[in-house]
């Protein structure tokens, strides 16, 4: 599509592009995007990105030397924000455009599994692999892939929609469409009462890798990618974006803030506020988290 395709009144039409979905400025999907920029900072983000081929800008932008040489489609909106994730609604509800279309299929379970059957699953597109144990009371939903050997246990939510709502002054609060996907390895383990949401964009999952394991009561919420053999201790929070490594530990009650990445063998102490990148086989432990070693040097130094 074009964004002569989408444009609407009142938009600024400076230079006409061609994409096939929507994303945010530094989403790498290895196809043409639009994304959307409301200041310099994030202009020069999406214009370093080689998979954005067109973006949304505020008016205040049109006059930038950015805006003037880049070679881009460009299109400059008010209310920024609620332009682009409307139009994300919209494109989602229509199913109509490239990267929008899902194809639908009928759920397929494997072989060997045992599922209770107090149960929900959705009646289409899931996949739940071999050997699979789903106990009462959980709630899988469409566009959500389990692996072979997974065990999801009583009370939890797959693959539900995540955080993204949108402030729109007087007009109230704009929930954005969550139309991605979530997949999970196998020789997962999903303990009690977990919510684990499905990824925004439909060409984009969240990802939880094989052999991870995750206690009760953690929320992992949409475009999480998880590596291999993750163990995430009781009510944790990894929140939107966030990439974890392989053999990566996560404490009690740590939270892991959006889009942070933290290292291969990484541990994160319990109760621990991670605002910032986390090195391979580095600990990080206080709120918010430092270096463990530098953490316990202050502490011993606080109370002599």
Known sequence: MRLLHILQDHWTLVRDGEFQAL??????????ILTFA???KYLKRALRNPDVSCILISTELLDTEEV????????AVPDLRIAFFSLHNRLAAEGKWDA????SFPTRIGKGCSISSLCEIAEKNVVIGDGVIIEPFVSIK???????????????????????????????????????????????????????????????????GDECK?????????????????LVAASACIAGSAIL???????????????????????????SVVIGSVRPDQTVTGNFAVD?????????????
């Open 214 to 230: 995750i206690e009760s009561l953690v929320h992992i919420a949409h475009g999480v990618h998880m590596g291999k053999r993750n």
């Open 100 to 103: 929008y279309l899902r194809s």
């Open 38 to 40: 409301g200041n310099i």
């Open 23 to 32: 994303g945010l400025c530094d989403a790498e999907p290895g196809f043409p």
């Open 245 to 271: 490594g392989d053999d990566v530990w996560v404490g009690p009650n740590a939270t892991i803030s959006s889009e942070v990445s933290v290292g291969d063998r990484a541990r994160i102490s319990l109760g």
């Open 292 to 304: 463990h070693e530098k953490f316990m040097q202050d502490l011993m130094k606080r109370m002599l």
């Open 68 to 75: 003037k040489s880049s070679n881009r489609g460009i299109c």
């Open 142 to 208: 469409e566009n959500t892939t389990i692996g072979d050997h997974c065990i999801i246990r009583s009370g939890s939510i797959l693959g539900g929609d995540g955080l993204e709502f949108i402030r729109n002054g007087k007009e109230g609060i704009l929930p954005v469409t969550h139309c991605g996907k979530l997949i999970i390895g196998r020789d997962v383990e999903i303990q009690y009462n977990c919510n684990v949401s499905k990824s925004l964009f439909p060409w984009h999952a969240t990802i939880i």
